[in-house]
């Protein structure tokens, strides 16, 4: 099964190393949910009005000029993070504020080695978990 029963309206987004996410490709007609692949905690604590997904315009890529600033809206959007170090970052948060807001903000589904497909078998075809 996929997640929202349709690959098509979620947005992966390329995290790692970013300071914050692009989410020029963001299709609020089409898109139900965005995957953040590799996000940090510290990405989410400075961009915490967007993961907040308030019901106004949140304005990104803002730079001295502001030339390369958008805006999304992404109230009622899924937002999930898909992150190998999640548990451990919030562990090294200095700031006890910093780590209870991602505490209380955030489930997590810790996956470990289990696969997260189930294999097909034979005349079936494969389903995603």
Same mark, same amino acid.
């Given at each position: ?36 692949? @590799? ?12 993961? @907040? ?67 097909? @078998? ?8």
């Amino acid at each position: 099964m996929w997640l929202l029963n349709d690959p098509q309206v979620i947005l992966e987004v390329n995290c790692a190393s970013c300071p914050e996410p692009d989410l020029r490709d963001f299709r609020p007609l089409l898109h139900r949910g965005i995957l953040f692949d @590799q996000a940090t905690a510290e990405m989410v604590l400075r961009q915490r009005k967007l993961f @907040q997904a308030p019901a106004v315009d949140v304005r990104l890529g803002c730079s001295t000029r502001n030339c390369h600033a958008y805006d999304v809206f992404v109230s009622g959007v899924a937002m999930m993070i898909a992150s190998n170090t999640w548990e451990s970052e919030l562990k090294a948060l200095t700031r006890v504020e910093d780590r209870k807001w991602l505490e209380d903000n955030s489930i997590v589904v810790t996956v470990g080695s289990l696969p997260l497909w189930l294999e097909r @078998q034979e005349g079936e075809e494969s389903v995603g978990v």
